[in-house]
């Protein structure tokens, strides 16, 4: 079955920071590019970041430019998400999902909430 | 950047079409994709590329794009099609992903 498993959310300190993983299983991850995609409470989606087949190329929401940074280990099928100077509106649930140019695969969510 | 307009909130009677667009300038250009999302749960992708079904998904749904307009369309509305739906697209000139703001599908 292909799977994805997030983890890594908790409550944090404004300011903060906290590193997203991601465990994908069922398939060849080094053959997908790989989204992280957030959702605050009570709101839509919103996509954070995307990481090419090797971690060569990535991509970044431009709120979350110099934030954030995303990172894989492809021996651990693992991709991670550095989340840097937290603040209360990053909370939310933090998905990954598999890339095809659309989003095939989603993970059930890891949930960050930064509050004081 | 691309913004894609959705309407926030569609309600139909079961049995009936529902009918959720999704809107930004030459958007046919584009390759749209849709997602289902029920509560408490994380997203599933209903319709690619358009116009494309993932296995799984019943023919009741479908998508078609052009000009200035993606829709989704859910026929013979159930029940269970009562969720949130999200429009999505890769905008390459800014070499970012992009969602419309999700569209509450409510089955009277």
């Known amino acids: 079955e292909v799977q994805l498993v997030e983890s890594g959310g908790g409550s944090v300190q404004p300011g903060g920071s906290l590193r997203l993983s991601c465990v994908g299983s069922?398939?060849?991850?080094?053959?997908?590019?790989m989204h992280w995609v957030r959702q605050a409470p009570g709101k839509g989606l919103e996509w954070v970041s995307r990481?090419?087949?090797?971690?060569?190329?990535?991509s970044y929401a431009d709120s979350l430019k110099g934030r954030v940074t995303v990172s894989r280990d492809n021996a651990k099928n693992t991709l991670y998400l550095q989340m840097n100077s937290l603040g209360a509106e990053d909370t939310a649930v933090y998905y990954c999902a598999r890339d095809l140019y659309y989003m095939d695969v989603w993970g059930k969510g890891t949930t960050v909430t930064v509050s004081s | 950047s691309f913004v894609l307009a959705q309407p926030p909130s569609v309600s139909v009677a079961p049995g009936k079409t529902a009918r959720i667009t999704c809107g930004a300038n030459n958007i046919g250009t584009k390759d749209v994709h849709w997602y289902r999302q029920r509560p408490g749960q994380a997203p599933v992708l209903v319709v690619y590329d358009d116009s494309v079904r993932p296995s799984g998904i019943p023919e009741r749904f479908s998508g078609s794009n052009s000009g200035n307009t993606a829709t989704l369309t859910i026929s013979r509305v159930e029940a269970g099609d009562e969720a949130d739906y999200y429009c999505q697209l890769w905008d390459r000139s800014g070499d970012q992903s992009v969602f419309g703001g999700g569209t509450r599908l409510t089955v009277l």
């Open positions: 069922g398939f060849t991850f080094n053959l997908y590019w």
């Open positions: 990481i090419d087949y090797d971690g060569s190329t990535t």
